[in-house]
T-cell receptor, first 112, second 113 residues
Framework: SAVISQKPSRDICQRGTSLTIQCQVD?????MFWYRQQPGQSLTLIAT?????????ESGFVIDKFPISRPNLTFSTLTVSNMSPEDSSIYLC?????????FGSGTQLSVL | SQKIEQNSEALNIQEGKTATLTCNYT??????LQWYRQDPGRGPVFLLL?????KEKRKERLKVTFDTTLKQSLFHITASQPADSATYLC????????????FGPGTRLSVLP
């Protein structure tokens, strides 16, 4: 299994600002995934982060809005840039281990 | 188009009864399907994985079936308890690459005492 520490757990931000979310995994993993969960909805994959290369973004998500860093095999950050109220969501990082996804506890973001 | 559907947004049952949740998918051919539990304010937690060649998988009070002809998985919780109240999500790996998992919308289960 994998244990993921994600922070912050929640934040309230002003429109136009940026927030960086951090995830630390207790073991080395090749891929880390970033998901968004909008209120009352299911999870949508934002991007896949590999160490040493640029993240791969899903349709509808772009690097300028959601820049991702992956400096080593245990850590990744997701930045939500130039925020608007529509960005209010839960953001989750995840890793896969033995075909199972393990998630951080999530970051509840509210944009005013 | 490709999609995953779960039978209902919310399901209320009495304690002690069996809860049955449905996951249907369209235009996917997954090699396996997964079920997760999500509590409010928390990330999803893996429960069970069932492969295309497995008809049924059990874990304590949980049972999952997988019918690739019907493109459907059923998730059962027997002898349900109020502590089972949560949102349950099905998920599949559309390309069978071990990444890019797609999640259903979830069913919010409430077990009433």
């Amino acid at each position: 299994s994998a244990v993921i520490s994600q922070k912050p757990s929640r934040d309230i931000c002003q429109r136009g600002t940026s927030l960086t979310i951090q995830c630390q995994v207790d073991s080395q993993v090749t891929m880390m995934f970033w998901y968004r969960q909008q209120p009352g909805q299911s999870l949508t994959l934002i991007a896949t982060a590999n160490q040493g290369s640029e993240a791969t973004y899903e349709s509808g998500f772009v690097i300028d809005k959601f820049p991702i860093s992956r400096p080593n095999l245990t850590f990744s950050t997701l930045t939500v840039s130039n925020m608007s109220p529509e960005d209010s969501s839960i953001y989750l990082c995840s890793v896969i281990y033995n075909e199972k996804l393990f998630f951080g506890s999530g970051t509840q973001l509210s944009v005013l | 188009s490709q999609k995953i559907e779960q039978n209902s947004e919310a399901l209320n049952i009495q304690e002690g009864k069996t809860a049955t949740l449905t996951c249907n998918y369209t235009n996917y051919s997954p090699a396996y399907l997964q079920w997760y539990r999500q509590d409010p304010g928390r990330g999803p937690v893996f429960l069970l994985l069932i492969r295309e060649n497995e008809k049924e998988k059990r874990k304590e009070r949980l049972k999952v079936t997988f019918d690739t002809t019907l493109k459907q998985s059923l998730f059962h919780i027997t002898a349900s308890q109020p502590a089972d109240s949560a949102t349950y999500l099905c998920a599949l790996d559309p390309n069978n690459y071990g990444q890019n998992f797609v999640f259903g919308p979830g069913t919010r289960l409430s077990v009433l005492p």
